[in-house]
């Protein structure tokens, strides 16, 4: 458990430094996950993005420390949408965030839920 633990801390410190393209993205182990186009919660796009990284850092040690399963789920929020990962709660899709992306918040978030299903599962595979 204490190398995958350590595996965890160095990708959250390494991955960052390679992975973004923009302040805005979220990205973790070298796969791409989104962009936020939009602020929300009084975070600009950037600031979501370092918050995001905490939560991809919590994901890991959740997934591996702990041996839960990977799992995915879209809740709905009145009208907005919340993507939890490993049962930890981890972005929330708003209206601005939508418009911003031309899309619906529910077609949004199926998008970012996808994203972050296929991406934590090469990261997982490649472990």
Same mark, same amino acid.
């Given at each position: *458990?204490?190398?995958?633990?350590?595996?965890?801390?160095?990708?959250?410190?390494?991955?960052?430094?390679?992975?973004?393209?923009?302040?805005?993205?979220?990205?973790?182990?070298?796969?791409?996950?989104?962009?936020?186009?939009?602020?929300?919660?009084?975070?600009?796009?950037?600031?979501?993005?370092?918050?995001?990284?905490?939560?991809?850092?919590?994901?890991?040690t959740r997934?591996?420390?702990?041996?839960?399963?990977?799992?995915?789920?879209?809740?709905?929020?009145?009208? *907005?949408?919340?993507?939890?990962?490993?049962?930890?709660?981890?972005?929330?899709?708003?209206?601005?965030?939508?418009?911003?992306?031309? *899309?619906?918040?529910?077609?949004?978030?199926?998008?970012?839920? #996808? #994203?972050?299903?296929?991406?934590?599962?090469?990261?997982?595979?490649?472990?």
């Open positions: *458990m204490g190398k995958w633990l350590a595996l965890v801390l160095a990708l959250s410190l390494v991955a960052p430094a390679f992975a973004q393209q923009t302040p805005s993205d979220v990205a973790f182990g070298g796969e791409y996950f989104f962009r936020f186009r939009a602020s929300a919660g009084g975070l600009s796009p950037e600031e979501r993005a370092v918050v995001l990284q905490g939560r991809l850092t919590q994901v890991f997934l591996l420390a702990h041996g839960t399963p990977l799992s995915v789920r879209v809740h709905s929020l009145g009208t *907005m949408k919340s993507i939890s990962v490993a049962g930890i709660p981890f972005v929330t899709v708003t209206q601005t965030d939508a418009e911003a992306n031309q *899309m619906t918040v529910e077609q949004l978030a199926k998008v970012w839920a #996808n #994203n972050l299903e296929r991406g934590l599962r090469v990261i997982l595979s490649a472990l």
